[in-house]
């Protein structure tokens, strides 16, 4: 039996890294914990003080499969590459012929650097196109593919 995970990303601006990210994974904003009508009213039942509510933000896939994401406020901003990054499959993934993934994948880049992303190089596979590696607006790295 497979353990449940979820993925916490360090930030500087949460809600606007969750934002950009519901919309690069069509994810939704992480519905409260049982119980509570809002993530606010669990903050005050767990005395979390209020000038820390926006802190963190929290997304889920509507379908519930893939992982839960957490944007977690940190005060260093990131200084190195990252050792971990998401391959976006917004093509179909490499299993999809270019001809087909390739205009999925052209489509992605222009509505995440509308979004506030930046394209930092695209990569060749024996001489044509495979994926776009791409930075979201706080500098994560990532590929589209």
Not at 33 to 39: I, K, M, Q, T
Not at 40 to 47: K, L, Y
Not at 73 to 96: C, F, I, M, S, Y
């Amino acid at each position: 039996m497979a353990t449940q995970w979820s993925l916490t990303i360090d930030c500087a601006h949460p809600a606007t890294l969750a934002a950009f990210w519901a919309l690069a994974l069509g994810y939704a904003e992480k519905p409260a914990p049982s119980g509570f009508e809002s993530w606010e009213e669990w903050f005050a039942h767990h005395d979390v003080p209020e000038d820390e509510w926006d802190d963190g933000a929290y997304l889920s896939d509507p379908d519930g499969v893939g992982p839960a994401l957490s944007f977690l406020k940190v005060p260093e901003p990131k200084v190195a590459k990252n050792r971990l990054h998401l391959d976006v499959q917004v093509g179909g993934g490499r299993e999809t012929p270019w001809e087909v993934r390739g205009p999925r994948v052209v489509e992605a880049v222009e509505r995440l650097t509308a979004a506030g992303a930046t394209v930092v190089r695209e990569e060749g596979l024996r001489g044509r196109p495979d994926h776009v590696v791409t930075a979201d607006p706080e500098g994560n790295e990532f590929c589209l593919l």
